[in-house]
């Protein structure tokens, strides 16, 4: 049995996990998926990170059944590695995700990266179904039609303070830490991912998943799969 800790991206909310969860709890396993506080216009990534804890204390209590696996989404790769950090956990997985570096803030992550340029580059070559301005091609495309409308009918304004303060950690978690790279992503396009990756986290080589940028809403078993995997090899 192991502890999943599983943060959702900006302007979404822990419902997007809501088809991983089950599957992991048929296993044997806790999960934690909560909504971070975006209605705080005051909060920062700390407090995303503080929220997580309250939420894993009042779930499992103080001492979570190990291995513990962090598991954070698109922007929820910046706050991630935070809850890792404070919950000493064994594994910090990044889903499609935001890789921080010390000092960046949110909003830099953008430019820092080359997110434009390669953005740009891979809609030339698809017909500009990357970076497409209809959600339901650009994030949604292998989801469900049903579950992609009520996913855009949950979906929350993102608090700006988050985006423009810097990262606080001095580095990532010295913890064994995973990729999950989705190779039909049209929002991060795999290219570009394998690149930030190679950069930002030295030496892990990326598990691929045939979806989308919403993977935990196309393909839920595949992922939690993979996110079962990080805690077996871990135990």
């Known amino acids: ?76 790769g910046f706050t991630a590695p935070l809850v890792a950090s404070r919950l000493r956990a064994d594994v910090l997985a990044f889903v499609t995700a935001m890789i921080p570096v010390p000092g960046e803030a949110p909003d830099a992550w953008w430019t820092n990266s080359g997110f434009g340029a390669a953005v740009a580059e891979q809609a030339a070559r698809d017909g500009g179904l990357t970076g497409h301005d209809d959600p339901l091609v650009s994030f949604y495309h292998d989801v469900p039609r049903p579950i992609a409308d009520e996913a855009l009918g949950r979906e929350r304004r993102h608090p700006p303070r988050p985006l423009s303060e810097p990262w606080p950690l001095p580095a990532l978690p010295d913890v064994p830490t995973r990729f999950v790279l989705c190779t039909e992503d049209r929002f991060f396009p795999q290219a570009f991912m394998r690149r930030l990756v190679a950069e930002r986290l030295p030496g892990v080589v990326p598990d691929e998943i045939a979806a989308s940028h919403c993977v935990a809403l196309s393909r839920p078993e595949e992922l939690a799969d993979l996110l079962e995997g990080y805690a077996v090899t871990t135990a």
Not at 39 to 56: I, M, N, Q, Y
């Open 1 to 76: 049995m192991a502890t999943f800790v599983l943060l959702h991206g900006g302007g979404d909310s822990g419902w997007y996990w809501h088809l991983v969860e089950p599957e992991l709890r048929k296993r044997g396993h806790h999960v934690i998926a909560p909504d971070l506080p975006a209605d705080d216009e005051r909060g920062r990534l700390e407090d995303f990170a503080d929220s997580v804890v309250a939420a894993v204390q009042t779930s499992v209590g103080d001492a979570p059944e190990r291995p513990l696996v962090v598991a954070g989404h698109s922007f929820g």
